[in-house]
T-cell receptor, first 112, second 115 residues
Framework: ETGVTQSPTHLIKTRGQQVTLRCSSQ?????VSWYQQALGQGPQFIFQ???????GRGNFPPRFSGLQFPNYSSELNVNALELDDSALYLC???????????FGQGTRLTVV | AQSVSQHNHHVILSEAASLELGCNYS??????LFWYVQYPGQHLQLLLK??????LVKGIKGFEAEFIKSKFSFNLRKPSVQWSDTAEYFC?????????????FGAGTRLAVHP
C-alpha cells in the first residue's frame, strides 16, 4: 500500500456530463500529480498541484481542472465529458515537486 | 517529438529465463529515470530510479537497470524471472528543466512468465 487513496474506484458517466475524482495523498506529502492512462498506453501527465497551487500542466484542454486543499488532498474535475476521456485516472503524491511519486490504484472512468 | 520508447509491447518468458526490457528516451541534458511495475489489479510501484552516480542501479525484487548516456537508454534486467514477475513494466523520465515531478511514461511492456 502506498497510502494514496482514490475515490471512486469505478465510474460510468454520459457524454457531456461533468465528473469529480478525488485523491488523498500520503501523509506528509504536499505535492499531488494527476495522470490519465488510456487503454494500452502509459500514463500521461495532466497537471500537478504543490501547496494548493497548480505547478505545471500537460497537454490537456481547460475542461480538465483541479484543486488541492489545505490538507493536500486533491480533486480532478472534467467538464463536458467526451468518449475519449474514458481511461484510468491516476493520482500520485510526493514529498515535494521533485521526489519519488507514490501512486494510488486509480479511478476507472467510462464515458458512454 | 521528445518521448520515451519501450521497444517490446509484449514479452513471454519461461521461469528462470533472463529478462531485458529496452527503454530509450529522446531528451538531451540531465534526466531522472525510473522503472515502474504494475501487477494485475494493483497500483503502480517504483522498481528503481536513477538520479546520478553509479549508472548501474539495483532495485527491488532482483531487478537492475543500466543508464547508458551515450545511447539515451535505461534498460531493465533481471537474471532469472519468476512467475510472480508477470506484470506490466513502465519506463519513465523526468525531463530536464521539468521543475516539477512530471513523469513522461513509455507505453509499457506486458510481461507474461510461464511456469
Amino acid at each position: 500500500e502506498t497510502g494514496v487513496t482514490q475515490s471512486p474506484t469505478h465510474l460510468i458517466k454520459t457524454r457531456g456530463q461533468q465528473v469529480t475524482l478525488r485523491c488523498s495523498s500520503q501523509s506528509g506529502h504536499n505535492t499531488v500529480s494527476w495522470y490519465q492512462q488510456a487503454l494500452g498506453q502509459g500514463p500521461q501527465f495532466i497537471f500537478q498541484y504543490y501547496r494548493e497551487e497548480e505547478n505545471g500542466r500537460g497537454n490537456f484542454p481547460p475542461r480538465f481542472s483541479g484543486l488541492q486543499f489545505p490538507n493536500y488532498s486533491s480533486e480532478l474535475n472534467v467538464n463536458a465529458l467526451e468518449l475519449d476521456d474514458s481511461a484510468l485516472y491516476l493520482c500520485a503524491s510526493s514529498y515535494s515537486a521533485n521526489t519519488e511519486a507514490f501512486f494510488g490504484q486509480g479511478t476507472r472512468l467510462t464515458v458512454v | 517529438a521528445q518521448s520515451v520508447s519501450q521497444h517490446n509491447h509484449h514479452v513471454i518468458l519461461s521461469e528462470a529465463a533472463s529478462l531485458e526490457l529496452g527503454c530509450n528516451y529522446s531528451y538531451g541534458g540531465t534526466v531522472n529515470l525510473f522503472w515502474y511495475v504494475q501487477y494485475p489489479g494493483q497500483h503502480l510501484q517504483l522498481l528503481l530510479k536513477y538520479f546520478s552516480g553509479d549508472p548501474l542501479v539495483k532495485g527491488i525484487k532482483g531487478f537492475e537497470a543500466e543508464f547508458i548516456k551515450s545511447k539515451f537508454s535505461f534498460n531493465l534486467r533481471k537474471p532469472s524471472v519468476q512467475w510472480s514477475d508477470t506484470a506490466e513494466y513502465f519506463c519513465a523520465v523526468i525531463p530536464p528543466r521539468g521543475g516539477y515531478n512530471k513523469l513522461i511514461f513509455g507505453a509499457g511492456t506486458r510481461l507474461a512468465v510461464h511456469p
